[in-house]
């Protein structure tokens, strides 16, 4: 069969990159329900868990265990366990169930029931429920600041620029694991350039990572891995009991700490034991809860790809991120992963968390360029900046970011380079140039910088190492080099989290070090009117993008153009009887404030290919100024009336044409250039020349514009309404029409 | 113990700041607890507690209690004096922990 021409271009389109799974529930590949979930049950003996979701305690594997021992509110069992998952969900969703209620009875629930209630739910019930149900208040953002030099100048650069756009979490990774320190050390000073209070974290390897947490050097580690079955939680090297350690020992030195699931890893490690995803993300997050981790990173981590390959996928992200916020816990909430290649697919997986809200709308938005992310592409990055913030001024909603000018950026990079530089140099780590700084200030990325020495950064993270360096050191080593105002937020942030208050559930530290929590920023939603809303101060800077133009600004070009050409009155208009005769209508502001049509053609330009494509076919031009209407159908049939020929021309000044003639109605012209942004001069030469043809009684060709694939109405209205409302100025009605000469 | 006033940059360049300050007061976590328990999260409040232990060890035996418990590192003889140890200091929730532990690590086959 010969290949559609409409399949070549579908083929063609990214989505098509992309993998799609037939669901298999004997590879645990499908999303929200497999036949062999167990159903809910819990069945408690003297106080304990005897059997839990179909198992009895002799076959409990460790996570069960620890779920049994640990996660379940055995007061509240009976009652939530009673309630079927309808009911659950309806209260769910319903604003006038209140928030507290649902996780009271959420907390008796095992995670094959909780699975189920998320199963009822529709994607826009999921999201009521997540305004209502996420922790805190105010919504944020966390970045990823990650480079494939791991240069720690771009590091801090990065960093500075994060903190800048609003991410109040910052976090790292290595490509190369020695590394570590060095990025760790680098993050933490970036992050506190221009803006203090952000927190900064390392993800490597568990052990490693509260090594640096131990000496201050990050102040908050999320990469603590929960798996849904017994066999990938031991492949990864831990157990529930390990990770409760794990989780205590973050605490113990004031380190907030969330831990990571997310659907789909069991199946890519090939153990998720035939269970749907759901499932064994709700086995995590009951775990989560269980070990007493404040909250959950989940809804598009590393295994996105397996889940956004079935039916129901995205969805099923959703309600990983809804669990974690019924379960009372702080939602970091994914899209931290690139879900496709699909720019439609992947806006479509964000979208619904940055319209409800979650407590971070990423866990990891790629604040650098996709080639330097060194955890994995994230669902948006650096590029997507623009998109982002347009997105929030779009939908009103708050995703945590702010509009940066260049020179603020240009400021931040700089002073976070040339700090770290100095810190490096002050504690014999390294020595970086001037002319390195330079580069990094301007880098887009990695690319854009000379690799450097390659040891250089291995050299100083073994000398961090081999030296033990703590948060004093560094804030000892920025006191010494001039860097006074990034000691003191480092020595705060130190002296707040020995606090504690940032260990509650869903905290951060806002520019003042005030703890936003669950406890201090309660999420108050009870519907409509109710809950976090915009302050009219950040309403603005949601508003304020860096495209925004006002009309005036719109229309600044036109005074660049004044006066090209000289229109004089003649005499009022009069009926013309030259049979050759096209009168051409200029609209009321062509040629007053109007000068430049939306094509880039003068308007001097326009009237003279009109004119000359009439002359050619021997037709006599004559300008009618139109005063009482900016229409330009009326402003055609104006011309037509007055016109000899009976033909008219009707021209606006933002260069928007057609041909009229005296007996149609004002919609019903000859032909139209209804685009004005597309035309050319060859196309208003022919629009003369049809013109003319159609007043010899000639029938023409309509002229064949070509049709494009550029958004007009998103490129231009803007531009199209500023030169409406100028049209609108100059009008005045009741005017009669008169005819007017130009002069070059 | 270092109180909060001596949480300065000078003291810092002074070098009267050492790494066994980054240690939580106890007390401090005990409060945290008291307010994660009224706020309806006894899972995070059990967190503090156990952490409150954790924060009188040096950075040493905390990472060494972690290793013991990860899979297949610690023997059932090593869980047991692990648990005595932690039970002789005083660290109960964290020697209930190694407890519990052995057991379900002995049932799954985790010990070493």
Known sequence: MTELGRFKVLDAKPVNLDGFSVANPELGLVAMHSPHDPSPSLIIRGGEVVELDGKSAADFDVIDEFIARYGLDLDVAQEAMALDEVALARMAVDINVPRAEVVRLIGGTTPAKLARVMAVLTPVEMQMAMAKMRARRTPSNQAHVTNQLDDPLLIAADAASAVAYGFREVETTVPVLGDAPSNAVALLIGSQVGIPGAMAQCSIEEALELRLGLRG??????????????????????????????????????????????????????????????????????????????????????????????????????????????????????????????????????????????????????????????????????????????????????????????????????????AVAAVYRDLGLADYTDDRIDEVVVANGSRDIPPGDPKAVAEAATAIEAKQLTV?????????????????????????????????????????????????????????????????????????????????????????????VTFTDVEPARQGSDPREVCIGLSPALGRTVWLSLCGLTVGEVLRQISAGLEEEGCVPRLVRIRSTIDVGLIGLTAARLSGSGIGIGLQGKGTALIHRRDLAPLANLELFSVAPLLTARMYRDLGRNAARHAKGMAPAPIFTGGTDESISARYHAHAVALVALERESCQPGEAPITVSVTR | MTTEDQFTVENAVDGKLRLSDLRMDPATLAHQAAVAESGGNPQLAENFLRAAELATMDDEEVMGLYEALRPHRSSAEQLEALRVSLEGRGAMRCAELVGQAAVVYARRGLLR
Request: with cysteine.
């Open chain 1, 217 to 418: 050097l990050t102040s908050y580690a999320e990469t603590i891995s929960l798996y849904g079955t017994e066999q990938v939680f031991v492949d990864g090297d831990d157990t529930p009991f390990s990770k409760a350690i794990l989780t205590s020992a973050y605490a113990s030195r004031g380190l907030k700490m969330r831990v990571t699931s997310g659907g789909g890893a069991e199946v890519l490690m090939g153990a998720a034991e035939r269970c749907s995803i759901l499932y064994l993300e709700s086995r995590c997050v009951s775990l989560a809860r269980a070990l007493g981790s404040q909250g959950v990173q989940n809804g598009g981590i590393d295994g996105v790809g397996v889940v956004a390959s079935v039916p129901e996928g995205m969805k099923e992200l959703l309600a990983e991120n809804l669990m974690v916020m019924m379960r009372d816990l702080e939602s970091c909430a994914g899209n931290d992963n690139l879900i496709s290649e699909s720019d439609i697919r992947r806006s479509a997986h964000t979208l619904p968390v940055l319209l409800a809200g979650a407590d971070f709308i990423f866990s990891g938005f790629g604040s650098i360029p996709r080639y330097d992310n060194a955890f994995a592409l994230s669902n948006f990055n650096s590029d997507d900046m623009d998109d982002f913030l347009v997105l929030q001024r779009d939908w009103a909603v708050d995703g945590g970011l702010r509009t940066v000018s260049p020179e603020h950026l240009e400021k931040v990079r700089r002073r976070a380079a040339t």
């Open chain 1, 472 to 564: 004093f050191d560094v804030i000892a080593s920025l006191k010494r080099t001039g860097y006074d105002e990034e000691a003191e937020s480092i020595m705060r942030l130190t002296k707040e989290r020995l606090r504690g208050d940032q260990l509650q559930t869903s905290a951060i530290f806002d520019e003042n070090f005030h703890v936003l929590s669950k406890i201090t920023d309660p999420n108050d939603y009870t519907g409509p009117a109710s809950g976090y809303a915009l302050t009219a101060e950040r309403r603005a800077e949601i508003d304020g993008i860096r495209q925004e133009r006002t009309a005036t600004e719109l229309v600044a070009d036109q005074a660049e153009h004044r006066d090209h």
